[in-house]
């Protein structure tokens, strides 16, 4: 195990200035995965895309061994098409969630010519230009925020399908009052 360990850090250190020029599009996906560790309510899966193989093993490892809040990186089994990768990783689901995926974001211009602003974000069918602000007015900040988004959602599916709706958790009145400011109801 201490040798796989030397073989990553070692990896990571093999990374240089502009290594991943021309490697990555400047598109993360957002909850458009499900988790491999853990719920979906309380795990949010930014995805990557990555052109060749060897560019995306890097880039896990680079996110694996640089970053305390990553829970876990990995690489799509296959291609996703012609030689392109997706790079997952996977981040706990809190109200620091957009900050820390901004910081991702920023380091990776390090080893990419995109720019911090450059980035654009996925996510439920809808793109907007990334950052943490626009994640929080887009993004469920809790694992109850999405639980509640998520029924809201069906709710509407039930509707259109004519059954009936399932009632929403009683959000008590703080809770009201963060998702009144975040323009949530």
Not at 72 to 93: A, C, H, T, W
Not at 120 to 146: C, G, I, M, R
Request: aromatic share 8%.
């Amino acid at each position: 195990m201490h040798h796989k360990h030397q073989h990553l850090s070692q990896l990571n250190e093999e990374l240089h200035y502009q290594d991943l020029a021309g490697m990555l599009t400047n598109q993360i996906g957002i909850d458009e995965f499900a988790s491999k560790m853990g719920e979906d309510d309380d795990i949010v899966v930014v995805s990557f895309m990555v052109k060749e193989k060897t560019a995306a093993d890097d880039l896990v490892n680079w996110f694996e061994t640089g970053y305390d809040f990553v829970l876990d990186s990995d690489r799509s089994p296959g291609q996703i098409k012609n030689n392109r990768y997706l790079v997952f990783v996977e981040l706990e689901r809190r109200s620091t969630t957009g900050t820390k995926i901004q910081q991702l974001l920023d380091d990776l211009n390090t080893l990419c010519e995109i720019e911090p602003d450059q980035w654009t974000a996925k996510h439920d069918n809808k793109e907007w230009p990334y950052t943490a602000e626009a994640y929080k007015a887009n993004v469920a900040q809790s694992p109850l925020e999405y639980r509640e988004l998520k029924e809201k959602d069906l709710n509407k599916v039930r509707e259109a399908a004519g059954l009936d709706t399932v009632p929403l958790y009683d959000a008590d009145q703080d809770i009201q009052k963060i998702q009144l400011q975040a323009g949530i109801l």
